[in-house]
């Protein structure tokens, strides 16, 4: 297997420069002409901001505003970050040893840096806040999902740990808080077929062969709402949002379904009530059992009250 490519810039709030290989075949005079056309999104100016400041480089070092265009080059930068509204809650360390990180994220932090949440990131805080700048998440959660995210801090391990997500060899567990029906039959496994398009925000259930499967259980019920676990047998997006809503009671809080809601990105009431309680498998090093359980609970299951506010 051939070895990464070191980038020629350092790491800045914990993110590796962005990379750019140049096209072997193109007519651009120079790398800056390329630029340009290459990055519709970013201000010829500030490119040549960049190169007078020589905050673009190549294996060689900064790179000159009229240096010609090398075919099968490639150049390094650091992008201009969004910004970014603070998100007012702190990750909880579930485990730490030399080689995995198990953190508690809380409700509106993203796992990995994505579109206009890059330091408010789990991935970014963590890197900053322990000094673990080759940390890597081995699974995700959704930006409004609490609970269980494993990371590995051995850069030469993580391919292990991220194949047992990959193959689902990772026995997980949620809980949410939904309506109570006292019509529904649970214990009951839901299956369906998820389906997800690229740049549209929600997923949907369609007919055809099943490709997603998730069961449902009732733990206790009171005031009218349900406290339930959700054991996911697939990992398709939004599996337990969407298996939830079709069952016909939604979890609490959710902004996508039924419908889309436009949540304003610093409203951080009302959370989406689904957590990620249990994370456990076979360790693919040690060969001993993990288990790791959450230290959170919903609120809206403790505090009513204050999570309806």
Known sequence: MR???????????????????????????????????????VPAARIDELLAAGAIVDLNGPIAPDAPYLP?????????????????????????????LVVDKPHFLSTIPRGQH?????????????DLPDLIPAHRLDRATAGLVLF?????????????????RVYKRYEAIARYDPALALPCTVRSRIVKER?????????????????????????????YRLTPHT?????????????GIPILGDD????????????????????ATTLEFTDPITREPRRFTTTRSLQAWTDPAGWAR
């Open 118 to 130: 890059i330091l408010q990131t789990a991935l970014v805080r963590l890197r900053r806040e322990l």
């Open 256 to 275: 996508f379904y039924p419908e889309l809601t436009d949540r304003a990105v610093d409203d951080f009431t009302r959370p989406l009530q689904l957590l």
């Open 72 to 100: 099968g080059g490639a150049v390094w930068f650091h992008r201009d970050l969004p910004q970014e509204t603070a998100v007012p809650f702190e990750i909880a360390i579930v485990h730490r040893d030399d080689t995995l």
């Open 3 to 41: 070895r990464r490519q070191k980038p020629p810039l350092p790491k800045r709030h914990g993110l590796d420069p962005a990379r750019l290989r140049l096209p072997e075949e193109g007519s651009w005079a120079t790398i800056r002409d390329h630029l340009v056309e290459r990055l519709p999104r």
């Open 152 to 168: 590995v801090i051995d850069p030469a391990r993580r391919g292990a740990y991220q194949t047992l997500f990959h193959r689902r």
């Open 235 to 247: 990992g398709r997006t939004h599996q337990l949002r969407l298996h939830m809503n079709g069952l």
């Open 199 to 227: 740049h549209v925000i929600r997923a949907f259930e369609v007919a055809g062969e099943p490709n997603a499967e998730t069961l449902v259980e009732l733990l206790e019920h009171r005031d009218g709402l349900g406290r």
